[in-house]
């Protein structure tokens, strides 16, 4: 489908402390080390790491501590550092990032406790920001533990950096709860879209079918507001006792963040970094598509979220046969994958996609995979909250209408008419596209293959709002190598868990 980017509106409000113009680049402590453990010494040695790989010098600057794990509060309600983990303490650590032209991070809690279970900030948001302020704090990160999430409890947050008068660029951690989309630009520079990362591929695919679940999710983001499917897994092989992902897999998964102009934050240990991954987060040409000055996050083309679909029914048509088996899961033959509801979500009006079958790193125990399918009412109800799925693919409540499925001949019947069919059609054979436009006047575009064997891709410029014979330039950003003028449309050969990412220029 054509899409025109002028249609793409800034949700209004945005908060304009003037900061983070481009997504945020850097480095946080919390995956790869041992979280609320994390030493001074431990983080000096990641900043001279950073330097001396020359990733400073290509703009990862932020340095976020996450967490310091204060222990307690003195008489006067000041936070306590450790000074068994901080001995020179977070001012003296901000002082040498500041040496080095790099900026200082600090983690805290909208609740009383932090998700380490250490000291936080419910009530005391003004003191707190106060303190972080006089240390040199450039980014303060407040995270959603132990309490309720509401959009004025950052709110607090907000007014209290302001007070400050300190430029701290501030980045919200809702999880996505209560569509954090819709208001993090009017009270951060940044808000997480989606649950943790978790370390694998099935890991970071999770959190972005979770962000691109959300129907025009981009045009929430711009110049100083940007959505976070969370900080980036390369080169970070053994956290949370995840598989890893290996060089293709991180070549998609920085594309991706990066076309997506999602904040790019480092979490492994950059001492030891191996070379091809370090290469990877190197990469200048990639690296200028994420921080275009344009701030316009590309727009998915096409991806798993559309592959559902009601179609007439036919016998025999191996994209509307489906196997409910034992376990509930319900698996699409010709796709090889399950019916399941994006980013484990709860929410009545989350949407159903099609994803790899029980992957690694799954955030909710594979419940958003698990179905009931009740013989008697018809309907499909989603282990995950006991919700139906409706004929739009969303979990509703079962009263609602236009719940009705008949399964019949491994066939899953829109309503009584058996004439509409639950359908993929064909698009695990086709991978996943998104793409934007650039402040020069091109396009970034990002290929994507999430199955096991090679596919040939094709991006028609029309889906870019241009005419079907336009010509374009295109390049190859990992190549680093043009490849010709292309009309109407171009066609890559794209390896399994892999990218082609190419700018075309018109």
């Known amino acids: 489908r054509a899409f025109l980017w002028l249609a793409f509106i800034r949700a209004v409000g945005a908060w304009g402390n003037g900061l983070a113009r481009t997504p945020p680049l850097g480095y946080s402590t919390w995956n790869f080390f041992p979280r609320v453990a994390i030493d001074e010494m431990t983080c000096y040695k990641q900043v001279d790491a950073i330097v001396e790989t020359g990733l400073r010098d290509l703009g990862y600057k932020v340095f976020v501590v996450d967490e310091p794990c204060f222990v307690g509060r003195d008489d006067n309600g000041n936070l306590m550092e450790n000074k068994t983990t901080w001995p020179r303490g977070l001012k003296s650590f901000g002082d040498y990032l500041h040496a080095r032209g790099m ?10 406790l932090t998700c380490g279970r250490c000291p936080a900030s419910q009530g ?7 303190l972080f302020a006089s240390m040199g704090a450039d980014y303060i990160k407040v995270d959603s533990c132990n309490r309720d999430v509401e959009p004025e409890h950052w709110a607090a947050f907000r007014d209290a950096i302001n007070a400050t008068g300190r430029p701290m660029v501030f980045s919200i951690i809702a999880q996505g709860q209560k569509d954090s989309w819709t208001w993090g630009n009017a009270t951060g520079n940044l808000w997480r879209t989606t649950h943790d990362i978790m370390n694998s591929f099935g890991g970071f695919t999770s959190n972005l079918d979770a962000q691109e679940s959300v129907s025009d999710i981009e045009k929430y983001a711009g110049p100083g507001a940007w959505n976070d499917p969370d900080m980036l897994i390369v080169g970070t092989q053994t956290f949370h006792g995840g ?3 290996n060089v293709s897999e991180a070549r998609a998964h920085f594309s991706l963040w990066s076309v997506l102009k999602s904040p790019l934050l480092i979490s492994a240990d950059v ?16 690296l200028a598509v ?21 179609l007439p029914c036919q ?24 019916l399941s509801i994006s980013d484990c979500s709860t929410r009545a009006g989350a949407t159903a996609i099609m994803f790899d079958c029980f992957p690694s790193g799954n955030a909710c125990n594979y419940k958003n995979q698990l179905w009931d399918y009740d013989s008697s009412t018809r309907q499909l109800i989603a282990d995950i909250s006991s919700m139906c799925l409706n004929w739009d693919f969303e979990q509703v ?3 609602s209408s236009r719940t009705m499925w008949i399964y019949k001949n491994n066939q899953l019947m829109a309503g009584s008419d058996s004439e509409r069919c639950l359908t993929v059609p064909g698009a695990p054979s086709q991978g996943e596209i998104y793409a934007g436009p650039l402040e020069w006047g091109a396009y970034g575009a990002v290929l994507f293959n999430r199955q096991a064997a ?3 891709m094709t991006l028609n410029f029309t889906d870019l709002g241009l005419t079907g014979t336009t010509e374009c330039g295109a390049r190859d950003l990992w190549m680093h190598e043009n490849l010709g003028v292309f009309a109407g449309s171009i066609s890559l050969e794209v390896a399994p868990h892999d990218v082609r990412m190419i700018t075309l220029m018109p």
């Not at 001492?271 to 990639?286: A, D, H």
Request: aromatic content about 4%; proline content about 3%.
């Open 103 to 112: 900026k200082l991070g600090i983690y805290t809690d909208q609740g009383p």
């Open 124 to 130: 005391h948001e003004m003191q707190d920001m106060a």
């Open 243 to 245: 598989s890893g992902i």
């Open 271 to 286: 001492t030891k970094m191996e070379p091809q991954f370090l290469e990877i987060l190197k990469n200048e040409e990639v």
């Open 290 to 310: 994420n921080q275009d000055n344009l701030g316009m996050q590309a727009k998915k083309i096409r991806g798993p979220n559309a592959d559902l679909s009601l």
């Open 315 to 338: 016998s025999g048509n191996e994209f509307q046969l489906w196997t409910i088996n034992s376990s509930g899961a319900i698996l699409n033959r010709k796709a090889n994958e399950c």
């Open 397 to 399: 409540n079962c009263s």
């Open 454 to 456: 090679s596919m040939n």
